[in-house]
């Protein structure tokens, strides 16, 4: 007992899903508690352990939760939109339906094989849930087993419709595989084929599309532009290629990179007061950065920040610009390449499908004829 309520609060420690986590076994403990009739001692090391958790929590709620508040509304902007329920705009039914959708392809990052384990998890759940309580109260029953499994679930999926926390095709969901597994094993389990060598084979054949036709869920970098190689080049380039007090224009992406391997200093805001554009020195160059809440720029966005930072800065519409676009979100980026050429970037340096670096003209008007259709700031 005291192991478990000392590893539960190094957990609390380490990551907000521990707080769903520790949510559901506490509620599975209960349960467990009240079925297997334990002496009064038990339940008093039990309580005291929960009250002790309990102030953890306030505590990490009140120093870390609260003052990110911004940031995560920011992150739930980005990124993350689709696995945080927004009123007004999505319906819960819908949104629900494709949250859980997401997790299992999440999981298993095959589109069609994470609708079957979907599936299988719920069939393996129904069959815990009705079968017979354990005639040996020592041992969990079926019933507490399946609400073991699903709770983390719900709660989830009620704090992503509360916009508290996300729920979908993200990290942040990864320990749902603990309860998934189990679940889609069950049923698995329970599976009859009149002939011996079918499951072996379709659970062979799953797992194999599962790790050789893989269709993520959500971004993705592919493994070849994931090299470090790529950046090195990419940095180089911008050693090499840009002059003396450069602007680079970038968003929250490029910003995270940059600050690691060019201006080897932190060129993001993400905490305090968090102004529309930010600027700071970097390698001899000047960066700009947009507000963290964008996240990446957007084709139907890209020419309102322009002329915004143009504004803001008072540039003139004849200095030249530097876009520095980097990271692991480009779900749009054909979009954005052709806003690029309306700019005058019609061929910008790429190291990979992810890193992009793009001269461009404040103006759009001032392009060259031969450039694709131009596209008007406003």
Request: proline letters at 4%; aromatic letters at 12%.
């Given at each position: 007992?005291?192991?478990?309520?000392?590893?539960?609060?190094?957990?609390?420690?380490?990551?907000?899903?521990?707080?769903?986590?520790?949510?559901?076994?506490?509620?599975?403990?209960?349960?467990?508690?009240?079925?297997?009739?334990?002496?009064?001692?038990?339940?008093?090391?039990?309580?005291?352990?929960?009250?002790?958790?309990?102030?953890?929590?306030?505590?990490?709620?009140?120093?870390?939760?609260?003052?990110?508040?911004?940031?995560?509304?920011?992150?739930?902007?980005?990124?993350?939109?689709?696995?945080?329920?927004?009123?007004?705009?999505?319906?819960?039914?819908?949104?629900?339906?494709?949250?859980?959708?997401?997790?299992?392809?999440?999981?298993?990052?095959?589109?069609?094989?994470?609708?079957?384990?979907?599936?299988?998890?719920?069939?393996?759940?129904?069959?815990?849930?009705?079968?017979?309580?354990?005639?040996?109260?020592?041992?969990?029953?079926?019933?507490?087993?399946?609400?073991?499994?699903?709770?983390?679930?719900?709660?989830?999926?009620?704090?992503?419709?509360?916009?508290?926390?996300?729920?979908?095709?993200?990290?942040?969901?990864?320990?749902?595989?603990?309860?998934?597994?189990?679940?889609?094993?069950?049923?698995?389990?329970?599976?009859?084929?009149?002939?011996?060598?079918?499951?072996?084979?379709?659970?062979?054949?799953?797992?194999?599309?599962?790790?050789?036709?893989?269709?993520?869920?959500?971004?993705?970098?592919q493994p070849k532009n994931q090299r470090r190689r790529l950046m090195l080049q990419a940095v180089d380039w911008m050693h090499r290629s840009l002059p003396a007090n450069a602007i680079i224009f970038t968003d929250?992406?490029?910003?995270?990179?940059?600050?690691?391997?060019?201006?080897?200093?932190?060129?993001?805001?993400?905490?305090?007061?968090?102004?529309?554009?930010?600027?700071?020195?970097?390698?001899?160059?000047?960066?700009?950065?947009?507000?963290?809440?964008?996240?990446?720029?957007?084709?139907?966005?890209?020419?309102?920040?322009?002329?915004?930072?143009?504004?803001t800065f008072g540039l003139s519409p004849s200095t030249p610009i530097w876009v520095f676009q980097a990271g692991f979100v480009v779900d749009k980026e054909p979009d954005f390449r052709a806003t690029l050429r309306?700019?005058?970037?019609?061929?910008?340096?790429?190291?990979?499908?992810?890193?992009?670096?793009?001269?461009?003209?404040?103006?759009?008007?001032?392009?060259?004829?031969?450039?694709?259709?131009?596209?008007?700031?406003?």
């Open positions: 007992m005291f192991l478990s309520l000392f590893s539960m609060y190094l957990a609390l420690l380490t990551h907000y899903s521990s707080l769903i986590f520790a949510l559901a076994l506490g509620l599975y403990a209960l349960l467990r508690l009240r079925s297997a009739k334990v002496c009064g001692r038990i339940y008093t090391i039990w309580g005291v352990g929960q009250v002790v958790a309990f102030a953890l929590v306030a505590f990490l709620l009140k120093t870390h939760v609260v003052n990110k508040r911004r940031l995560a509304h920011n992150l739930a902007d980005s990124y993350l939109r689709g696995s945080v329920f927004h009123r007004g705009e999505d319906h819960i039914v819908p949104f629900v339906l494709r949250a859980n959708v997401r997790v299992f392809h999440f999981l298993f990052s095959q589109g069609a094989i994470s609708v079957v384990a979907l599936l299988l998890f719920i069939a393996g759940v129904v069959i815990l849930l009705r079968e017979k309580k354990a005639a040996d109260r020592r041992k969990p029953s079926s019933r507490e087993l399946g609400f073991l499994l699903l709770a983390p679930f719900i709660i989830n999926c009620a704090l992503a419709l509360g916009g508290a926390y996300p729920y979908g095709g993200t990290r942040h969901n990864s320990y749902l595989a603990l309860f998934a597994m189990p679940g889609v094993a069950i049923a698995l389990a329970h599976w009859r084929s009149p002939r011996s060598w079918v499951k072996p084979l379709a659970i062979i054949l799953a797992l194999a599309l599962c790790n050789l036709l893989v269709v993520p869920a959500g971004a993705y970098i929250l992406e490029g910003a995270l990179l940059l600050s690691f391997y060019y201006c080897h200093s932190s060129v993001v805001q993400l905490y305090g007061q968090v102004a529309a554009f930010k600027e700071s020195p970097c390698s001899g160059a000047r960066v700009i950065a947009i507000h963290p809440r964008q996240w990446i720029f957007r084709a139907e966005n890209f020419p309102a920040d322009l002329q915004n930072m143009e504004q309306g700019y005058g970037c019609a061929a910008p340096q790429s190291f990979g499908a992810n890193i992009l670096i793009c001269r461009i003209a404040l103006n759009p008007f001032k392009v060259d004829a031969t450039s694709s259709p131009r596209i008007n700031a406003d």
